[in-house]
T-cell receptor
Framework: QKEVEQDPGPLSVPEGAIVSLNCTYS??????FMWYRQYSRKGPELLMY????GNKEDGRFTAQVDKSSKYISLFIRDSQPSDSATYLCAMSHSSNTGKLIFGQGTTLQVKP | DSGVTQTPKHLITATGQRVTLRCSPR?????VYWYQQSLDQGLQFLIQYYNGEERAKGNILERFSAQQFPDLHSELNLSSLELGDSALYFC?????????????FGQGTRLTVV
């Protein structure tokens, strides 16, 4: 069993929809949680970063962490075709580490 | 553009060969990280260097090695290549030693072993 599980999708939604992306994990030592966006043929770029449990909002993006359930989510409001990409969750147990554990990524397509 | 430069962008080579992938970090960044992305394994951490010294090691095969030079660029050497080594290899860099909040990825080198 992988440490981080993420449904690969693909997920297809109409423009303007609210998108919910999720990851579950097994290692209770994880404290730092990130969401990356990766466009085709590009490197991942950091979207959201959350420490421990709670919510964090940045524009149309909201990240949620529920450590008791070992479950993290990324919500995208008013989705746009430009949001079409692969979304990867990542996590680590330390604030000073280069080792992130990534999910497999969920491919999202937002149709105009 | 993240400011992290990886060369070459594409590489096709035969089994048993050796290749070198190069990464130039963003100006001023001291840490370089190498990740491998394959369809079955996803993104996997290989190794981290900080200011020339190895800082952390992940699932890096013994056939693979890396180094960071005094000018802070890094090279990942892959030898005795196997078909299963075909993947995207990403380099990331950050100013300090953490990937958590400040690391930027390059565009990757796509390695195809035939």
């Amino acid at each position: 069993q992988k440490e981080v599980e993420q449904d690969p999708g693909p997920l297809s939604v109409p423009e303007g929809a609210i998108v919910s992306l999720n990851c579950t994990y097994s290692n209770s030592a994880f404290q730092y949680f990130m969401w990356y966006r990766q466009y085709s043929r590009k490197g991942p770029e950091l979207l959201m970063y959350t420490y421990s449990s709670g919510n964090k909002e940045d524009g149309r993006f909201t990240a949620q962490v529920d450590k008791s359930s070992k479950y993290i989510s990324l919500f995208i409001r008013d989705s746009q075709p430009s949001d079409s990409a692969t979304y990867l969750c990542a996590m680590s147990h330390s604030s000073n580490t280069g080792k992130l554990i990534f999910g497999q990524g969920t491919t999202l397509q937002v149709k105009p | 553009d993240s400011g992290v430069t990886q060369t070459p962008k594409h590489l096709i080579t035969a089994t048993g060969q050796r290749v070198t992938l190069r990464c130039s970090p963003r100006s001023g960044d001291l840490s370089v990280y190498w990740y491998q992305q394959s369809l079955d394994q996803g993104l996997q951490f290989l190794i981290q260097y900080y200011n020339g010294e190895e800082r952390a090691k992940g699932n890096i095969l013994e056939r693979f090695s890396a180094q960071q030079f005094p000018d802070l660029h890094s090279e990942l050497n892959l030898s005795s290549l196997e078909l299963g080594d075909s993947a995207l290899y990403f380099c990331a860099s950050s100013a300090q030693g953490s990937m958590n909040t400040e690391a930027f990825f390059g565009q990757g080198t796509r390695l195809t072993v035939v």
